[in-house]
């Protein structure tokens, strides 16, 4: 009997705690949210190159200065950094040089975020090639890199000064 009763204390007793715990009379979620929005992906590049004097037939090479691709689109798509080139005018003698003449050799980029960019040379720039890709994007991201312009006049260019225009863009 004295077992009976010592169960039967256990049990009120427990019971009685589990009813003193303090449950909520009412329960209410608040659902929090925030918004990350998507930004741009945009590239600069220096306004103007000079590649200095070259002789008929011979190769000149420049540093262009830095090219910078900001990616501040918040997400995991790669992109591709791009040139094309319009042919060489001369300014008194209106001579066109092809762009098929110029190389374009981009160095090693600056990175920060998460991307792995990869660089590559490229020549006839008549038509838009990819000279950095970065793949492996996740959030923002930046690259930064220094680029050669080299050119070789053809052996029959005439004396001038001639001008081209060198686009960068970023897809």
Request: charged content about 10%; aromatic content about 4%; cysteine-free.
């Amino acid at each position: 009997m004295r077992s009976i009763t010592r169960v039967s204390l256990v049990i009120a007793a427990s019971a009685a705690l589990v009813g003193s715990l303090a449950l909520p009379a009412s329960a209410a979620d608040t659902v929090a949210t925030v918004t990350v929005p998507a930004g741009q992906l945009t590239i600069s590049a220096p306004a103007s190159a000079d590649l200095g004097t070259v002789a008929p037939g011979s190769p000149i090479s420049a540093a262009l200065g830095t090219v910078t691709v900001s990616d501040l689109r918040a997400g995991v798509q790669g992109w591709d950094a791009q040139v094309n080139m319009s042919d060489f005018v001369g300014t008194n003698t209106a001579t066109v040089i092809a762009a098929a003449s110029a190389t374009y050799t981009p160095g090693t980029a600056a990175e920060s975020g998460t991307s792995t960019v990869t660089p590559s040379a490229q020549t006839g720039l008549a038509t838009a090639k990819t000279v950095q890709a970065a793949t492996g994007v996740s959030g923002n991201n930046t690259a930064a890199w220094d680029a050669d312009l080299s050119f070789t006049a053809p052996a029959d260019a005439l004396a001038d000064t001639y001008t081209a225009t060198l686009t960068h863009s970023v897809l």
